[in-house]
């Protein structure tokens, strides 16, 4: 059975850094593309980091370029998202997400996967 366990959320100081973990299970890394998105109530998803799991080619959005990092550990089946330099806007519900059918650019712009973990909460408060 397939599944994703996000963890790692957290409340945060602005400027602060946490790292978010993907544990997938059902699957191997290998052939699949891992995003990272985010949620806030009233808004649309946004993808904002995404990673080859073969290769480990990523992509960013615009909006965390330079300040979060994905990176992924095949030998454990988990991914990773640390995130640094943290802003109040950077407060959503993170979840991670599994696919076969996009490159890792599509994978974050068409924020549509196979298989989705059940999220986790950050926040960025002072």
């Known amino acids: 059975q397939v599944q994703l366990v996000e963890s790692g959320g957290g409340l945060m100081q602005p400027g602060g850094s946490l790292t978010l973990s993907c544990a997938a299970s059902g699957f191997t890394l290998d052939y699949h593309v891992i995003g990272w998105y985010r949620q806030v109530p009233g808004n649309q998803r946004e993808g904002v980091a995404c990673?080859?799991?073969?290769?480990?080619?990523?992509y960013y959005s615009d909006s965390v370029k330079g300040r979060f990092t994905i990176s992924r550990d095949k030998s454990k089946n988990t991914v990773y998202l640390q995130m640094n330099s943290l802003k109040p806007e950077d407060s959503a519900v993170y979840y991670c997400a599994a696919d076969r059918t996009w490159t890792v650019q599509a994978m974050c712009i068409m924020n549509e996967a196979n298989y989705w973990g059940q999220g986790t909460q950050v926040t960025v408060s002072s």
């Open positions: 990673i080859t799991g073969s290769e480990g080619d990523t």
